[in-house]
């Protein structure tokens, strides 16, 4: 994205919806990337290269983790269906 960052869209978006959840991907570590402020340390992050497994496995972790963290779920769990069950 030659205008822009990854991290300034998903702050953008955030604001619009704050209950995005985003992932983000890069060819350079965690660490790096939280070392040079590219990144909160506490936001979900996937290295390539990646396998198609590996790549399912995080959104799915992502997925399931911010779901966890939405007001409106608090108290509050999907079931199988995907609907919430109190």
Known sequence: MPETSGKEVADRLSKVRPSLRVLFMSGYT????????????????????????????KVRGTLDSELLKLPALAGSRAGEDGQRVR
């Open 30 to 57: 965690d660490e790096a990337i939280v070392h040079h402020g590219v990144l909160d340390s506490n936001v979900e992050f996937i290295q390539k290269p990646f396998t198609p497994a590996g790549l399912a496995k």
